[in-house]
């Protein structure tokens, strides 16, 4: 009887333990929500402020329309209508019109920022936040993207092409640790706390023109690679692809392993379809970055046009 028992309480212990291992604490409070975003710094912003010496401003958004390019199903919608009572009839002796516009849309599609509320492992979200806990129809309960203050600080560009020595990275090819710190080298760059690191593949160069190839895999970075940058103290991360990861992974039984792990793990944002083609062909490897996101009550996810600053 004690035997059975021994081992009841063994199997029951070892199940408890994997359990565990989905839950990552957070290095900033038990119950911290706002997981990167902490190194941020009124310090980082001011010196953020004085890589501004050209005064040339690069949004880093795609338009997001119709025919955007994003993954099932998502999709995207919008309806123009007349004010007043639809009919367009002018209003007021001064005969005023107008348009509204009505937009059914995912906020996954186009440039984009995941919040820590996007991905997690087995329902379990950063610092321990369980689905059922933070879910609900009506939105996120908590790590929603509209509690999050904006993310204004270095920004700074890494040019995976230059490493490989291509137009364009290969769909899967994924870059770790070791190119990432090599290119980084090459450029004359550090990664720093605080800062917002992007990468450029060449594979936003798909879209509008085969966004079948687009869509069926991506360059991207690796799971040693994203640790990396957790250890640096980064706030966010965003290349010019669909997925920021490499597609297929590098483990091919794993699906988007680097979202959570990054989001539920280390708390670090990621930001999906950064257009730095301009950027990079003006070697902006340095700048100021600047991101005011919409704030829609109980988001996990919003499209943005975040900006660089040269």
Known sequence: MQRVTFIA?????????????????????????????NNL??????KAAQLVKLGKTYPLGVVTGWETPAYPPRT?????????????????????????????????????????????????????????????????????????PPI???????????????EMLEAGTAYNSKEIQEQA?????????GDVVLFYTGWMNLQGVDNTRLMSGAP????????????????????DTWGLEAVPAENPEE??????????????????NMDVRELAKDEGWEFMFVLGQPRFEGSVQAVINPVAIR
């Open 76 to 148: 995207y919608s919008i309806t123009v209508l007349q004010g007043g009572d639809g009919t367009g009839t002018p209003v007021g002796s001064n005969k005023a019109t107008g348009n509204d516009d009505l937009m059914f849309t995912w906020v996954g599609i186009g440039s984009q920022i995941d919040g820590l509320g996007h991905m997690g492992i087995n329902h379990v979200y950063y610092n321990g936040m369980r689905a059922e806990d933070i879910v609900s129809p009506k939105g996120l309960k908590e790590l929603s993207v509209d509690k999050l």
């Open 185 to 193: 080298s090459a450029q004359g760059i550090e990664i720093e706390k």
């Open 41 to 46: 710094s009124a310090d980082g912003v001011v």
């Open 152 to 166: 204004v600080g270095r920004g700074i560009l890494i040019d995976m092409t230059r490493y490989y020595e291509t």
């Open 255 to 272: 699906i988007f392993p680097v979202h959570p792990l990054l989001l539920a793990k280390h708390g670090i944002y990621i930001l999906e």
């Open 220 to 239: 991207g970075l690796g799971m040693d690679g994203a640790e990396f940058l957790a250890e640096k103290g980064i706030v966010a991360v965003g290349s």
């Open 9 to 37: 309480l063994f199997f029951l212990a070892l199940t408890a333990f994997g359990e565990e291992e989905t839950w990552y604490p957070s290095k900033y409070g038990k119950n911290d929500t706002l997981g990167a975003i």
